[in-house]
Structures are given as structure tokens and as C-alpha cells.
């Protein structure tokens, strides 16, 4: 199961939005091994396209050795599909590399014309490991607790 602050919902959500009719990418980075996103960080699509993203290579290396430096992790990977469901795409799972990462896909098919629409939206997440995809439960929560518990 995906545990995700709203405050992080929303900032994937605004930026699917935003970069539409374009996929929208970006990670969501947080300690290491808590399984727990915390920071968003969103990412140029390299490919500027409306069915493939592809993270620039200067700013994923960037990333990554800032993870490396404060020993965080990617433990969300997520992108936007512009005309179709949140779901992977062969490309998607033919490119995952991090097994331990949420993929979040956000669906921008329906009422992305508006920065203020603010109706449902398709948010759904995966685990995908050697090109098996198994959807998981996503819980949106105000906000982590302190024991760790959610």
C-alpha cells in the first residue's frame, strides 16, 4: 500500500495538470528504507511529449547524488498519461528499474483543459518488479504521524 500525504497528492496532481497535454515526471523522494514519501520533486520530461516522458539525464544524475549525500531514496516514481487510463504502459514496465518504488500514474484524460477543474481525478499506484505490475491500495493522509504510524 501507498501511505501519501495530501500536500504530495495534490503537488502530482497540479503538476500532471500543469504540464498537459505533455506527460508530466517527477520523483518522490524520502529516507531511505521508510517507505515514506515526503518530498516531491518534479522533473523535466526530456522527451516533451504526450505519450513518453523521459527524465533528463543531468537532473536524474543531480537527484540521485543529493539522495546519495542525505541518504534518502526514490520511493515514488511518478507520471502523467494524457490521453488514456493510469495505467503502465509497456514502455512503463519495460523501463521500471527501482523495485522498490511506487510507480504513481495520474490520468490527465479528463478535465486537464482547466488549472482550477477540480473534479476526481485517475490516481493509482503499482509496484512493478521484472515486468510483473500488481496495482496496490493507495491511502491519502493529512499527514504522517509521529510514532510512524499512519
Not at 17 to 32: F, I
Not at 82 to 100: K, V
Request: hydrophobic residues 35%; contains cysteine.
Amino acid at each position: 500500500m501507498l501511505i501519501i500525504e495530501q500536500a504530495a497528492y495534490d503537488a502530482i496532481v497540479a503538476h500532471a495538470r500543469k504540464d498537459h497535454p505533455d506527460e508530466a515526471c517527477g520523483v518522490v523522494v524520502g529516507p531511505e528504507g521508510s517507505d515514506r514519501p515526503v518530498r516531491v520533486v518534479p522533473m523535466l520530461n526530456a522527451a516533451m511529449s504526450p505519450t513518453y516522458y523521459k527524465f533528463d539525464d543531468d537532473d536524474w544524475k543531480k537527484l540521485y547524488d543529493e539522495m546519495w549525500d542525505n541518504d534518502e531514496e526514490a520511493v515514488v516514481i511518478y507520471h502523467s498519461h494524457t490521453a488514456t487510463e493510469a495505467y503502465p504502459s509497456r514502455t512503463d514496465i519495460s523501463e521500471a528499474r527501482e523495485p522498490n518504488a511506487h510507480y504513481v500514474l495520474v490520468s490527465t484524460r479528463e478535465g486537464a483543459e482547466s488549472l482550477t477543474y477540480d473534479g476526481p481525478v485517475e490516481f493509482r499506484s503499482f509496484r512493478i518488479v521484472d515486468g510483473t505490475v500488481t496495482e496496490e491500495e493507495v491511502q491519502v493522509v493529512t499527514a504522517y504521524s509521529e510514532t510512524g504510524e499512519n
